[in-house]
């Protein structure tokens, strides 16, 4: 009784009448608004935002940096980018160049990039929420958020949202991409990158129309089994095919091959070659510089060689007797489109390299396979299997027709709802993890997946995540001024007689030419402005390294002199930039000239550290030899060259010394009287 | 120089963050009471930042007379951010153990440390340094490996035969931070921009200041000094202090 009675009081006192209402609303309403603004004392923000300023307090430039110092809620708003950031809100120190020294998050200034940080925000590379105000919900994904922040090592993928060239700051991001062609990963699954160029492959499976002539079907059948037991190095991925599949396929296969119009020299008996021949074999397999392209395991077992075509270290285990031969006389006979080029081999060459070739075997590879004759009903099972397992993606087969799109486009992986995504039990639940993953073991997201195994390093799938993780849809949202669009191959093709021959050496395996072909030897856009005409033929009769460094050489391909003129006289009449006239007179040098050019070489320039002119006293070996320069170039080229050399080869490594005129003169007087004395005495 | 201070930064953040205490263990008692332990392969290594090293990290306990130690408990601290796999273990037959390094998200020197527990309970430790490159750094060693390296490293590999042994004038090793860390930024930057001559070094130098952007030679003197060996310390840390 006694509460009720003094609650009626307080009461009474409070709200007795409407004034005293009145004013006790107005405080208790006042009292609510303060708490408003009190409210954020106890965000993160603010806490951090304090924690900055205690940690400025003490420095010696506390001043500038406390008037650049905005409290409250920061954001960076950039509609067309689709960016609202808040992250400098708590990240209040990004552009505070001074104080590289402090280590805690989150008052670390941003590392050197060459983008502004206002200009596209932080989400465009790091990822995660924008918009979010704590912690947790800006960097991980929490309930409400799809997208967490992306972990440092597939940071470049961001870059590759705008950029479809080669950074050369995103090695990784380039590897990736590269892998993916590399890999044939893009026969079966579709990825375009944001300005719309698909990725096209670049591995070069072989066709399987005349398999039944280059392999037996006990080969088929272990390299289906098992691809890398044949070859560490094969593309191709393993299907985890059990010995009933692998056996029906490999007579499907088998039982499609119609024989190819392979010809030239027939199968001799098959003699093994003695030692010597087999020593003069590897020297001709040497000489003709096969390892440019193919690697042979040596004794020690390191490979060496390229990777361009196929590695050799069993290939006698696989080759059908005489069947190298034949291929070697000419490739394009059994594959059309295949990059090795057709050498004019004589026979005697052709046995020789057949017969070390056909020596490099391993009985252990075919000696536990015993397959017998196949039934009917295991090719039509075999055709089935090809169909499911998608074979004609990447081989040509005669009665398959290659499936469109065989396994799902990947051209917006990158931003893959996490919602969407079935992971495998304790895998992190992210869209790195679950890329990767796929990549490294694709069956154990179910075993009725088709997707087979591929023999990966490492950094090779952290590459191909980071190549993956940039097909956001992002990418193709952003406004195409911000796109830096890649070089993708163009499908130049040289016309004539001389257009058919480079097709048949195959002269784009290695070289380039108005933005087709290989990189591993130089690119010949302007060759026909370079060089001299005899030089050019002599060089086709007998290639000869300008760079004595170098392992992978150009091999000598055996033309006729009517060949040699036909490429000689097309590279020079077509291969020219218009920044040098090559045919334009060059007043012949005086020795005064010369001598200057002598000393500009030796001392101003010092171009010995490179080049080697005199061969008993320069050494330096990054650059070509130049002892015959003068036999080999024209006088305007040289010149052109000095003055600035990347604008004949974009990319070459030949430092741009601004050179005067009359020091580029003197220098070209020099090199061109380096005519050198073996080539006269021949 | 922005970058070389940032190493500086990692550098006091691992002695600022020691993380994790040693995980208890339950080893059978080693072979013999462990005296030392040394590292035997994988310090020194360069990664770009969040990516595992290439090669793992490989220490080996010792006992006094030099003998490797097996059954000793190894653990490795790691400043934050960095990842051991595993963190600690048990020294096998050869006294060795092995573990690998993931980089954290931050760039410049990681200092780990391993720790075996030697007589009565004090424990005996061995320093690993690691190089964890960010972007700059890591667009400087693209560039290095292109135009610098073939001079300036004296190793060759497989792929590139090292013409340092034809040069008069010997180039230094980007890693040769004694030398390196004596000239100043704005010396190096004129050295790369307009060759030896401008610092009166050899014209063997070429200048480079029209073949790469100032940025990109900027980013080459970032990974200098992200190299170095002693680490590069810049001078002007005026406000780095606190007063």
């Known amino acids: ?682 | 120089m922005r970058t070389a201070a940032m190493g500086v930064v990692a550098l006091s953040l691992v002695l600022a963050n020691c993380s994790r205490p040693p995980a208890p263990l339950i080893p059978k008692a080693p072979s013999a009471t462990p005296a030392a332990i040394v590292e035997v392969s994988g310090g020194k290594q360069l990664a770009t930042i969040g990516t595992p090293l290439e090669q793992p990290i490989v220490v080996q306990v010792n006992d006094a007379h030099g003998t490797p130690v097996s059954g000793a408990s190894v653990w490795f601290r790691a400043p934050n951010g960095a990842v051991m796999q595993p963190a600690w273990g048990i020294t096998g037959s050869d006294g060795q153990f092995t573990t690998s390094l993931t980089i954290g998200s931050i760039a410049g020197r990681y200092k780990v440390s391993a720790a075996t527990e030697g007589a009565s309970g004090k424990s005996v430790e061995v320093r690993i340094d690691e190089l964890a490159l960010g972007f700059e750094e890591n667009q400087g060693k693209q560039w290095s490996d292109l135009y610098c390296s073939r001079c300036h490293d004296p190793e060759s590999s497989a792929e590139r035969v090292s013409n340092f042994d034809n040069l008069n004038a010997k180039p230094h090793a980007f890693s040769d931070g004694a030398f390196l860390n004596k000239i100043s930024d704005e010396d190096l930057l004129a050295l790369i921009q307009h060759g030896g001559p401008a610092l009166n070094k050899s014209a063997e130098m070429p200048p480079y200041g029209r073949t790469l952007s100032k940025s990109d030679i900027g980013a080459v003197l970032a990974y200098i000094r992200a190299v170095a060996d002693p680490p590069f310390e810049p001078k002007e840390t005026v406000f780095a202090q606190r007063q």
């Open chain 1, 1 to 682: 009784m006694a509460n009720r009675s003094r609650l009626a009081s307080i009461r009474e006192t409070l709200f007795g009448d409407s004034a005293r209402a009145f004013g006790t609303l107005g405080i208790l309403l006042l009292l609510l608004l303060a708490v408003v603004p009190a409210r954020d004392q106890f965000r993160e923000w603010y806490r951090y935002q304090k924690g900055y300023l205690r940690l400025i307090g003490g420095r010696g430039d506390a001043v500038t940096l406390k008037r650049r110092f905005a409290g409250g809620i920061q954001q960076t708003w950039i509609p067309e980018l689709g960016v609202v950031d808040r992250c400098s809100s708590c990240h209040v120190a990004m552009k505070e160049a001074t104080l590289r020294d402090v280590s805690t998050q989150p008052f670390r200034p941003h590392p050197a990039i060459p983008h502004s940080l206002t200009a596209f925000g932080c989400v465009m590379c790091h990822r995660g929420q924008g918009v979010a105000t704590t912690v947790e919900e800006a960097h991980r994904s929490t309930l409400a958020w799809e997208e967490p922040m992306i972990p440092a090592r597939y940071l470049e993928s961001s870059c590759g949202q705008c950029h479809m060239d080669k950074l050369t700051g995103t090695p990784r991001l380039n590897a990736g991409r590269g892998l993916l062609s590399r890999y044939g990963c893009v026969h079966c699954h579709s990825v375009s990158l944001p300005d719309g160029t698909k990725l096209a492959p670049s591995d070069d499976p072989p066709p399987l129309t005349h398999i039944a002539d280059k392999t037996t079907r006990e080969w088929i059948y272990a390299w289906l089994k098992n691809p890398q037991a044949y070859s560490g190095t094969a593309t191709m991925p393993n299907f985890q095919l059990n010995d009933n599949d692998a056996r029906d396929i490999s007579a499907f296969l088998i039982s499609q091959s119609t024989p190819s119009a392979l010809s030239g020299a027939a199968p001799e008996a098959t003699a093994t070659p003695d030692a010597p021949a087999l020593q003069a074999g590897a020297s001709a397999y040497g000489e003709s510089f096969c390892a440019s392209c193919h690697a042979i395991q040596n004794a020690a077992g390191l490979l060496v060689g390229g990777d361009l075509g196929p590695e050799l270290t069993k290939i006698g285990a696989k080759a059908k007797p005489g069947w190298i031969r034949q291929w070697v006389h000419n490739p394009k006979d059994y594959d059309p489109g295949t990059a090795m080029p057709h050498y004019r081999f004589d026979d005697k060459q052709l046995a020789l390299i057949g017969g070390f070739l056909e020596s490099k075997t391993d009985s252990d590879f075919l000696a536990n396979v015993h397959l017998e004759t196949a039934t009917a009903g295991q090719i039509a099972h075999g055709k089935q299997l090809v169909n499911e397992n998608g074979c004609a993606s990447c081989h040509e087969i005669k009665g398959i027709r290659k499936p469109d799109s065989f396994a799902p486009d990947l051209t917006t992986v990158g931003s893959r709802p996490l919602a969407k995504i079935v992971f495998v039990a304790g895998m992190e639940h992210t869209l790195p993890a679950y890329i990767e993953g796929k990549i490294k073991q694709p069956r154990s997201f179910g075993a009725a997946l088709k997707m087979p195994q591929f023999s990966l390093s490492v950094s090779q799938i952290d590459a191909l995540v980071t190549a993956l993780l940039a097909q956001t849809g992002r990418a193709f949202s952003l406004p195409s001024r911000l796109r830096v669009a890649g070089h993708p191959m163009s499908n130049y093709e040289p016309a004539g007689t001389a257009g058919r021959l480079m097709h048949e050496l195959n002269c784009f395996s290695c070289h380039s030419i108005n933005g087709r072909g290989g990189d591993m030897a130089p690119d010949l856009t302007f060759e026909g402005s370079s060089v001299q005409r005899e030089w050019l033929l002599a060089f086709f009769k007998n290639p000869n390294t300008l760079r004595p460094t170098l392992i992978r050489r150009m091999p000598k391909f055996n033309v006729t002199d009517q060949e040699s003129a036909v490429l000689t006289d097309y590279i020079l009449a077509v291969y020219q930039t218009p920044s040098v006239d090559k045919d334009s007179a060059w007043p012949s040098p005086e020795p005064a000239d010369i001598e200057r050019g002598r000393q500009l070489f030796y001392s101003k320039y010092a171009c010995q550290a490179c080049h080697i002119v005199d061969p008993k006293k320069d050494k330096g070996y990054i650059g070509p030899t130049l002892t015959h320069v003068g036999s080999r170039l024209n006088a305007a080229w040289i010149y052109q060259w000095l003055r600035a050399p990347q604008s004949l080869r974009h990319g070459t490594i030949e430092p741009d010394r601004q050179m005067s005129e009359a020091d580029a003169n003197a220098l070209t007087a020099f090199l061109m009287a380096q005519k050198g004395q073996e080539a006269k005495g021949k």
